[in-house]
């Protein structure tokens, strides 16, 4: 069955640390896609992020890094030097390439709150 | 270029009454889907609408059922509430052909069953 962990719930740091968001898949398909959000206060969510499972390579865009790991099926985040405007819940997702199956299998989310 | 478009953006229902949420697509996308997320939950499928049909459905009861129009815009109605309906929904579109790419969000409804 799919499954995504986000194990950590909430995260404070204060501005300028690096910070990194863990997210654990579950999946029983070769090919699959993960995806990062953000959700800020305003409710809607912002897509950071779609890695394919073919595609291992880390990933750089500015301040955000991701880690992609199939031996361990893990997929984390990295906020380097973190803004207050980093405040956020950030989520993790997994679909699965299966035919109609076309839905997104979300974490419980990762409330980040980066203090000046 | 307008992205998803929600109404209302906040609505208070009582419990047994039926309630109704809309949804623009992004401009030149055509599917639907709707989302429900509880207060510090995840967002939780609830159905897909492509071509006017529902292709797809999570684990929600028939309560819950939609409907997508010939310009893409969709409707989701929630019959006899109960308070464990309240939540924000979320519509989200994109192009079916690109199924794997990311989706395009609106900024919910806010809906409080007391």
């Known amino acids: 069955a799919q499954k995504v962990t986000q194990a950590q719930t909430e995260i404070s740091v204060v501005e300028k640390e690096d910070v990194t968001l863990d997210c654990v898949y579950e999946t029983r398909d070769t090919t699959y896609y993960l995806f990062w959000y953000k959700q800020p206060p305003s409710g809607e969510l912002v897509f950071l992020i779609r890695r394919n499972s073919f595609d291992e390579q880390n990933e750089i865009s500015g301040r955000y890094s991701w880690n992609f790991q199939k031996s361990t099926s893990s997929f984390n985040f990295t906020i380097t030097a973190s803004q207050v405007v980093d405040s956020a819940v950030y989520f993790c997702?997994?679909?699965?390439?299966?035919?109609?199956?076309?839905?997104?299998?979300w974490g419980l989310g990762t409330s980040l709150a980066v203090n000046p | 270029d307008a992205g998803v478009t929600q109404s209302p953006t906040h609505l208070i229902k009582t419990r047994g009454q039926q309630v109704t949420l809309r949804c623009s697509p992004k401009?030149?996308?055509?599917?639907v889907s709707w989302y429900q997320q509880a207060l510090g939950q995840g967002p939780q499928f609830i159905f897909q609408y492509y071509e006017e049909e529902e292709r797809q459905r999570g684990n929600f009861p028939d309560r819950f059922s939609g409907h997508q129009f010939p310009n893409y815009s969709s409707e989701l109605n929630v019959n006899a509430l109960w308070l464990g309906d309240s939540a924000l929904y979320l519509c989200a579109s994109s192009l079916h052909r690109l199924w794997h790419e990311k989706l395009f969000f609106g900024s919910g409804t806010q809906l409080s069953v007391l």
């Open positions: 401009s030149g996308h055509d599917t």
């Open positions: 997702a997994l679909s699965e390439d299966a035919g109609n199956n076309r839905k997104l299998i």
